[in-house]
């Protein structure tokens, strides 16, 4: 096999990614192997995981024809080429994103975050989340507070879920609201369309919850090392036995909580696509017009409807509320739901 682990332009196919460049010709002994672990072996310095991000966002070519899926098999004679893009800066930088503010002070700042909007840089979104826009929008001060990668976080969204969040301006304002959200004193409510109807309609929801061993992506309910668990329901709008509008409130904040409590107990959220892996039986009792919306619904309809706390300065009780999506208003009405009218209690 020959490997240059230095850059190479001429050898980069056209229309590659600019930036230095990896080349490996795979032998014999390589052939039947994964793309992402051949490539890490034999870059002898990036890790398979970062190998595998970089072939997700096409960065990998053999025989100058993409490759993107990290399992693809090696074949033996071809050249592979890994581009390796310039490195993103330490610290994230201010950009341009969009995201209604409802309210701010020196403090900090309460907005809805739209769906599809990652919180806080992470490997495969560097860029264009919403710390790089608080960051253009509260201005260089907002850097450092809590931290570098997440300057005045204090709680996070997943990014398909839409709706209320705050954000410190200062670092009073981060540690106070965060012992706050550590101590369950943040008044947070959900509001979310599952399918089938819970029962009882009102209850909760209780179990373990810790990474799943199969597939690192998605949390589960556990029997042992994972963090315990409480959501607690309301069904406010149901549809006969195929599909419900719930209130959800959190005494605990575990990742994809609401998600993996509901799925756990047969009500996975609709349009979920970490917990939703099957056609559930209560499809069967919505119309074809009912089905079809609540199959091709494009994100976990789970919205942050409320949010209530205790200003970290002047000590006023603060409440916020952020109306259902549109995406989601037009999923109810094709489930014959009036998501308009549904009151948080």
Request: charged share 20%.
């Amino acid at each position: 096999m020959t490997q240059t682990g230095t850059p190479q332009p001429d050898s980069t196919p056209a229309g590659s990614p600019s930036g230095t460049s990896l080349v490996f010709i795979a032998a014999e002994e390589h052939a039947g192997d994964r793309a992402d672990r051949f490539v890490a072996a034999q870059s002898g310095s990036l890790s398979r995981s970062r190998v595998k991000v970089l072939i997700e966002e096409g960065h990998l070519v053999g025989n100058a024809a993409p490759i993107t899926e990290p399992a693809e098999t090696v074949r033996a004679g071809i050249t592979y080429v890994l581009t390796i893009p310039p490195a993103t800066p330490a610290v994230p930088q201010g950009e341009r994103v969009d995201f209604d503010v409802l309210y701010e002070d020196a403090d900090l700042i309460v907005l809805n975050k739209p769906a599809g909007l990652v919180v806080h840089p992470a490997p495969g979104n560097e860029t264009g989340t919403l710390v790089n826009g608080l960051i253009a929008h509260c201005g260089e001060s907002l850097k450092g507070i809590g931290g570098e990668r997440r300057p005045g976080i204090v709680h996070r969204l997943d990014k398909d879920t839409s709706g209320l969040m705050v954000a410190a301006k200062t670092e009073q304002a981060h540690l106070a609201l965060s012992a706050d959200f550590a101590a369950r004193r943040i008044d947070r409510a959900y509001l979310a369309f599952c399918w089938g109807c819970p029962q009882p309609a009102e209850g909760e929801y209780e179990g373990d919850i810790g990474r799943d061993k199969r597939d690192r992506k998605r949390m589960t309910i556990v029997t042992h090392g994972g963090k315990w668990a409480l959501t607690r329901y309301r069904t406010l709008q149901a549809f006969e036995m195929g599909a419900a509008l719930v209130q959800c409130r959190l005494a605990t904040g575990r990742t994809h909580q609401i998600r993996v409590h509901f799925s756990a107990n047969g009500h996975p959220l609709m349009g979920d696509p970490v917990y939703l892996r099957r056609i559930p039986a209560a499809a069967k009792g919505l119309s074809a017009t009912a089905r079809a919306a609540a199959l091709d619904f494009p994100r976990q309809a789970l919205h942050a409807a409320r949010l209530g706390f205790t200003h970290p300065r002047t000590g006023e009780q603060m409440l916020f509320d952020a109306p259902m999506p549109e995406d989601m208003l037009a999923l109810g009405e094709a489930l014959g739901l009036n998501p308009k009218k549904a009151v948080i209690v």
